[in-house]
């Protein structure tokens, strides 16, 4: 009789101490989990941003498309117009021409607010945000897994069954994997 409340008492403080490794183990993937999702809530935020500013930006490459156009077109028009008799009218138009074809150019091709510079900047925007979007995905793939195995591990409470902390701890292994890639390559962990 004896031997059988030894043996009851080791099976009760193992599976005491397996439920504290277990409980453990929950609040190691909870805290985990915080870290990712706000990740993944910083990472939407940024994808957001970044979409406004290429937005904005491409908008302002429009407009001075559209107002590189307009000045091509009336220094053209101005060219080929030859009032008869007056030389300072004339001269005039020239002048005009000439600052219409300037603007232009500088409407294309200014360094700081030209339309190349402007379509760098909303190219760079658009890299950012589409990283920012992998990076989410890939953060909720990483709290998706850290969720099951919060939930395997409790199971694993109620069951008493190593099987389920071991899942569990697989599947934080992958949640924390795929946490690492979102920072360092988040296009392999968007899936």
Aim: glycine share 6%; charged share 20%; hydrophobic share 45%.
């Amino acid at each position: 009789m004896s031997e059988i409340l030894e043996h009851h008492e080791h099976a009760e403080h193992a599976a005491a101490h397996g439920n504290k490794g277990a409980a453990l183990l929950i609040a190691i993937l909870a805290a985990l989990l915080a870290i990712t999702e706000q990740q993944a809530r910083h990472s939407e935020i940024r994808v957001s941003i970044n979409g406004v500013f290429a937005a904005d930006a491409w908008s302002q490459y429009q407009a001075k498309s559209t107002r590189q156009t307009i000045a091509g077109d009336l220094s053209q028009a101005l060219a080929v117009i030859d009032p008869a008799g007056d030389p300072a009218i004339s001269e005039k138009r020239l002048t005009l021409a000439k600052k219409l074809r300037d603007d232009s150019n500088r409407f294309a091709t200014d360094p700081k607010d030209g339309k190349e510079a402007i379509m760098e900047r909303a190219k760079e925007f658009e890299e950012v945000r589409n990283r920012s979007l992998e990076q989410s995905h890939s953060f909720d793939n990483a709290s998706a897994a850290l969720q099951l195995g919060i939930v395997l591990a409790t199971a694993s409470v109620i069951t008493n069954s190593k099987l389920l902390v071991r899942f569990a701890m697989l599947m934080g292994g992958i949640g924390v994997a795929l946490g690492v890639i979102g920072l360092t390559v988040p296009e392999m962990g968007a899936f």
